[in-house]
């Protein structure tokens, strides 16, 4: 690869941000309350973590546990606090009832992002037909990223989906880039290289003693030493 890959790492917080910098992120998710599986932080949060790095940060929109919107107005208010405070790029994906894209709650949120990149999150590994989901996202302003394992299960599971669905690189739905996460270990990593996926998450595999603990430098500097081929 011309171009080293990319690594970003969850961060709840300033110490996790400067942490996860200095072992050799490329790249943050800010989130709160992982027991929800990650929801938006706050304005003052992502501002504390802006003013520590200067790395790229990429903000969860989600307020509620799930992959329904919930209130999507407060969704939209809270996009465009974030854009107010400086936020530049953003994580988000909503399901319908049915699994399917809810197309119209993606369309509100991301008319209120000016075009910033955003990534549309593991929404897509519950999706009924992930497919069909990506198709009819296609051409989305600032879509960017599908953060993925391929499976809900996990990378373990979704391997095989992961290799495929990077075989379709540049096919309409398929010209974002993968960001793959959930479950995700080093030695997965050999065989998505392989495949040309160029872009992995890590969020627990950051954390040696849990998401109690903070973000340890040499456990993020060991995934930025094995995706450079150095480990």
């Known amino acids: 690869m011309s171009e080293r890959a990319v690594l970003e790492v969850i961060a709840l917080g300033v110490e996790d941000a400067v942490a996860a910098q200095a072992g050799g992120a490329d790249r ?4 709160t309350d992982m027991a929800a599986d990650g929801l938006t932080p706050s304005v003052q949060t992502f501002a504390g973590i802006r003013a520590a790095v200067d790395i790229d940060l990429r903000v969860m929109l989600r307020l509620v546990d799930g992959f329904a919107v919930g209130e999507v107005e407060e969704v939209v ?27 119209r709650a993606v369309e509100r949120v991301v008319g209120v992002l000016d075009g ?35 499976s809900a299960a996990g990378v373990d ?30 030695d997965h990593v050999p065989t998505l290289l392989a495949a040309g996926i160029d872009a992995f998450h890590i969020g627990g595999a ?25 480990a």
Request: hydrophobic letters at 45%; glycine letters at 14%.
């Open 116 to 150: 910033c990149r955003w990534t549309f999150h593991r929404a897509v590994d519950r999706a009924a037909d992930r497919d069909a989901l990506r198709k009819q996202l296609d051409g989305m302003p600032g879509l960017d990223t599908y953060l993925t394992a391929g």
């Open 28 to 31: 943050l998710e800010l989130v």
């Open 206 to 230: 950051a954390r040696p003693e849990g998401w109690d603990g903070a973000v340890s430098v040499a456990a993020v500097a060991e995934w930025r030493a094995v995706l450079d081929g150095a």
């Open 157 to 186: 599971d979704g391997l095989a989906t992961l290799v495929s669905e990077a075989g379709k690189g540049g096919e309409p739905g398929y010209e974002q880039r993968i960001l793959v996460g959930g479950g995700l270990r080093l």
């Open 77 to 103: 208010r809270v996009a465009r606090a974030m854009r107010e405070a400086g936020a530049e790029e953003f994580v988000l994906g909503f399901l319908d009832a049915d699994g399917g894209v809810d197309l």
